[in-house]
């Protein structure tokens, strides 16, 4: 039985990104109700938006787990892409809490994996998980979040990280290209600056600028949308490229590791790609690590669908008091 339905309370739980913020209630036996997506930028602070959602809720929460797009640590937390910032102190205060809980948010859905069922997934390319080994998890969104997910006598333990802000290698020539002229714009070229929402648009407009055409002002969505092949297949190679970097990355996490458990993606931009992600130079990336490659191909990996996994991680985060 979870804490919370052993103390008979609700709770609530928040996903909290650059771009969205995402609520639900949880109920004393640990499952999700009436969860809602509010922009964050329409709102001034944290505490204004969590009011806005709890307005019209049904239940009335007594504690708490957000999940947040930065690395807690004490009392003020800053998000690392949004300007929000606040005490979590205070916060529980104003909330009328008497348990707040703020992790990363790549901990919460780490802390979702074991939950995960096999409609959430879809698995790319080969591989079968060794039940006794450490998993990763990493996913792109408005940043690029990594966690890990480590097994202990007691169960598996998330563990956050920010291995989003390693420094970004090359594959080949043209990804080497593409990195030289960010390493002229940005101080460190972080994986971040590639494998992210904001990462897709540096990729497509420096793909722009060493192709002598001009950039078009397109979204990550518009870059990323199959219908752009036809008009501008440089969107295309940037999707692709962005594909085949993950893979990279992704390898390079699993190595790092020792991720025999398996690589979960989750994040708001690749379960929207569907089949090109799956036909896409990912896995072939992911396992192309020279002597190694016989161990990276027995990993499997697999795409996050389930809607909203930090939201379940976040409420079994709440259950273990």
């Known amino acids: 039985m979870s804490a919370a339905a052993t103390a008979g309370e609700w709770g609530l739980v928040g996903d909290i990104g650059a771009t969205n913020a995402r609520f639900a209630l949880v109920d004393p036996a640990g499952a999700l109700h009436q969860t809602r997506g509010l922009l964050c930028d329409d709102y001034p602070t944290i505490a204004d938006a969590i009011a806005a959602y ?4 049904t239940a009335v929460p007594t504690q708490a787990v957000l999940a947040v797009a930065a690395t807690p640590a004490g009392d ?21 809490l008497h348990r707040l809980l703020v992790v990363n948010d790549f901990h919460a859905n780490a802390a979702a994996v074991p939950h995960l069922d096999a409609d959430s997934l879809v698995q790319i390319g080969p591989g079968s998980p060794d039940a006794g080994s450490p998993i990763g998890v990493i996913g792109p969104g408005t940043g690029l979040g990594v966690a890990s997910l480590i097994p202990t006598a007691a169960g598996p333990l998330a563990i956050p ?3 989003g802000h390693i420094t970004m290698a090359p594959a080949d020539a043209r990804e080497g290209a593409v990195l030289d002229l960010m390493r002229g714009r940005y101080d460190h070229v972080s994986a971040e600056r590639v494998l992210s929402g904001p990462g ?3 990729l497509y407009n420096t793909l722009c600028e060493l192709s002598h055409v001009p950039a078009a002002p397109l979204t990550a969505a518009q870059i990323s949308d199959p219908r752009m092949e036809a008009t501008d297949p440089l969107a295309r190679e940037a999707t692709e ?20 458990g398996g690589i979960y993606i989750a994040g708001g931009i690749v379960p929207k790609l569907g089949d090109f992600f799956a036909q896409s130079q990912f896995r072939a990336r992911f396992e192309a690590k020279g002597r190694f490659r016989s161990y990276l191909a027995a990993i499997p990996t697999y795409v996050v669908v389930r809607p909203h996994p930090a939201l379940l991680g976040a409420a079994r985060l709440l259950e273990r008091g």
């Open 54 to 57: 709890l307005r019209t809720r």
């Open 76 to 96: 003020e937390v800053a998000l690392t892409n949004h300007p929000w910032t606040f005490s979590i102190g205070k916060l529980c205060q104003t909330l009328g």
């Open 161 to 163: 990280g920010e291995g």
């Open 200 to 202: 897709l648009v540096n």
């Open 241 to 260: 490229m962005f594909c085949a970097m993950l893979g990279t990355v992704a390898g390079n996490l699993a190595l790092t590791l020792g991720a025999r």
